[in-house]
């Protein structure tokens, strides 16, 4: 396949600031490097307010708003105010957005057809898109809602119930689904699902700083990311006390915003670092937390760290560990959460079973006395990281394209669906 034209649909991307999360980012990675093989990739993305097409580093990128003509049954959910009485806010919100991103895809496509539609699972971008055409759907997997927001100890209202159904819809009528990870795929596969693996483009796109506006310990273990269940914070919260009884001097630095799933979504916990926080009584000033800090300053900090720990309960191929081994700085991570396909235990970093405080603290205790067998700053890059090279990748995902269309050619038209109505 030369020249392909690849649709990008996602509830987020980087361009005016429409987005900065991981999903956003790879996106435009992989738009960028497609661009630089001489394809031509087109971003769908919600405009929230706005609308047009932008012209974004040579990628063409189209705002587009909500829409909910011909929805019969959103139509239904308004007039008798099922969404308010059902709490289906969200829901409704995706299917319009959705629905608003098909209809551009529609326009864009009888000017131009595209080779390939390329949808994340978050947030359905790709729901209502037409598939009757010939052109293969791909949907990239960044999570699986039900077991992030069960590790989270989310309640599963309703509206959560249907957004999980309505990600395993699209997934189940995508020519191909593919995940960052072994750990999701497995998860999905295990669960009915034909999940393959991708491994995410990722080049470190900025340098350390080389000043920071803040003081830093002469020695630290360092925290960051989201910090919340999902990525083990209180099980770490918990492992410090276990350090501080053989090691007293023993200091962490944590860096990033804490986050947890409400009814609402996705919302900011402001208090959840002084609510761990009391774990630690006269300890707690041997935890220094910068809150949200630069890229250029993190990878600063980063950079002076003794190791990274991140000892996530689930996760999908993390930036952080991916950024910390890039940056030499060994990873202190957990087995079976994804963690363990960056990290060579004993080479680059170690390993532990999730949710085991004790085998946690032994390790960060290893690192603290330099009872390791590793050289800081030598460390020998992740075995992942040829397949994380961008060009690798794209080409990758060029490949799936290719088997995605066989499986369109391979279906009778009676077989395939065409728009689904909602």
Known sequence: MNHLRIAFLTPEFVSKGNGTGGLSAYVYRMCKTLLQMGHAPEVFTPGYGEQGVFDFHGIRVQYTEPSGRNL????????????????????????????????????????????????????????????????????????????????????????????????????????????????????????????????????????????????????FLLHFGTLGPIKGTDVLAEALPLVWKKEPQFTMVWAGQSFRWTSLGFQSDPGYFDRLSKIWGEKASQVIWLKEVKKTELYAVLSRAEASVLPSRCDNLPNTAIESLLLGIPVIGTRGASLDELIDDGVNGIVVPIEDTHALAEAMIRVWRGDVPWVKHALPPPSLIHEMSPEVAASRLIEYAGLAQSRVDNTSPEGRLKWVRI
């Open 72 to 219: 019969l049954l959103l139509k239904v959910i308004e007039r008798l105010r099922l969404q308010k009485r059902l709490h289906l806010k969200n829901s409704v919100s995706q299917l319009r957005i959705a629905k608003g991103i098909a209809e551009a895809v529609e326009r864009r496509s009888q000017e131009q057809p595209f080779h390939l539609i390329h949808s994340s699972d978050v947030g359905i971008p790709g729901f209502y898109v037409g598939r009757a055409t010939g052109c293969p759907l791909v949907v990239r997997c960044s999570w699986s809602r039900d077991l992030w927001l069960s590790t989270d100890g989310a309640d599963r209202t309703l509206d959560v119930r249907c957004q999980s159904l309505l990600e395993r819809i699209i997934m189940s009528r995508a020519d191909l689904v593919y995940a960052p990870s072994r750990f999701l795929a497995d998860y999905h596969g295990k669960r009915g699902l034909r999940v393959e693996t991708l491994r995410p483009p990722f080049v470190l796109e900025t340098k350390p700083a080389s000043a920071l506006p803040f003081p830093l310990p002469s020695r």
